[in-house]
């Protein structure tokens, strides 16, 4: 990386970030100059869900996937962390083991904080601590919302609930609709919504003929969220 030019880029994308957010540019610079930034590769694994909460992280740039393992060795995709968004915060906070594996499903940049040096700064720095709680706050509703919507919903509602999470956390605006592309693939979406590959591909197949979606090799759009939105909920879609 360039010292200077590249720098200032990564460093006005980072601060764009919640952790930033209210921050006096004083202390804004300082916490981002006690980060390293590094550039990561598709495919380098950030951290092992069990490992000990050595650092924590910040997505500057591309995107990374968050995936779980349970007792039954099943793979979860729990979600896409984009720009801005926090890595191992709640595991370097309360210090136990990362729940999930961060994986970057694309060429990325990250900040790394090692995890006494995050400590300090949330100890010392009020405005710091208080922008760490409310990120946490919001990944709790976060997965208080994924539990609702995986449990008492029959297999359509899952699959938009999981649909609407993927294009709001891995989706781009476009002309068409919320365009996502790979890396993500259908069967993120399936482990996002807790069913088979073969039940989430024939549901957006129907979707694609009621022009819900847009299906493609390497891309689904949602052309009508709206309505997404009323499957998902349970209430009878409009038109």
């Not at 979600?79 to 136990?96: D, H, N, P, T, Y």
């Not at 904080?113 to 010392?124: G, S």
């Not at 003929?209 to 052309?223: A, F, H, P």
Request: charged share 20%; aromatic share 6%; hydrophobic share 45%.
């Amino acid at each position: 990386m360039k010292p200077f030019v590249e720098q200032e880029v990564v460093r006005a994308t980072a601060i764009q970030g919640a952790l930033f957010s209210g921050l006096s540019e004083d202390l804004a610079c300082r916490l981002f100059a006690t980060a390293a930034v590094r550039q990561v590769r598709r495919g380098s694994v950030l951290f092992h869900q069990g490992d000990a909460p050595a650092q924590m992280l910040q997505v500057v740039s591309g995107l990374v996937r968050m995936t779980q393992i349970n007792a039954e060795g099943m793979q979860t995709t729990l979600r896409l962390m984009r720009s801005g968004e926090l890595l191992g915060c709640v595991a370097v906070i309360q210090q136990f083991p990362y729940p999930a594996t961060a994986t970057a499903v694309e060429d990325s940049v990250v900040l790394s904080w090692r995890t006494p040096q995050f400590v300090a700064l949330l100890k010392q720095h009020q405005p710091i601590m208080d922008n760490a709680l409310a990120i946490i706050g919001m990944r709790t509703r976060d997965m208080i919302q994924r539990a609702g919507d995986m449990s008492g919903r029959n297999a359509e509602r899952r699959v938009a609930a999981a649909l609407l999470r993927l294009a709001d956390q891995a989706g781009t605006e476009s002309s068409d609709g919320i365009n996502i592309q790979f890396p993500v693939t259908r069967d993120d979406l399936a482990e996002m919504a807790g069913l088979t590959y073969f039940t989430v591909s024939r549901t957006l197949s129907l979707w694609q003929k009621q022009g819900l979606v847009s299906n493609g090799r390497q891309r689904m759009t949602v052309l009508d969220r709206t309505g997404l939105a009323a499957i998902a909920d349970g209430r009878p879609r409009r038109g």
